[in-house]
C-alpha cells in the first residue's frame, strides 16, 4: 500500500462512507461553487447559516472550558479548533 499514513486513513474513511461522501462532494451547490455559477442569493444563505452554526459552536466550545473540572480540561476546550 502506497501514500502517507494520513492519506491512507482518509482513503479508508471514504470507503466506508458509501455513497455519502459521492454525494457530499459531487452535490449541486459544491459543483456550481467550484465553477463559479453559484447564485450570489444562494451563497448569501449559506454564509448566514455557516454564521449562526459558527456563533453556536463556539458558545458550546466556551461552554467547556466553563464547566471543566481541571486546568488540563479547560486547556482542551480552549485548543479545540487551533490545529
Known amino acids: 500500500m502506497t501514500g502517507t499514513r494520513d492519506d491512507r486513513l482518509l482513503q479508508s474513511l471514504i470507503r466506508a462512507t458509501g455513497e455519502d461522501w459521492s ?6 451547490f459544491v459543483s456550481e461553487l467550484a465553477a463559479g455559477t453559484l447564485p450570489a442569493a ?6 448566514m447559516q455557516d454564521y449562526v452554526f459558527l456563533i453556536h459552536f463556539s ?8 464547566t471543566a473540572e481541571t486546568l488540563a ?7 479545540c479548533c487551533t490545529a
Open 23 to 28: 454525494d457530499y462532494v459531487n452535490h449541486a
Open 42 to 47: 444562494s451563497f448569501r444563505h449559506y454564509l
Open 59 to 66: 458558545r458550546a466550545w466556551a461552554l467547556g472550558v466553563y
Open 73 to 79: 480540561d479547560m486547556r482542551g476546550a480552549a485548543q
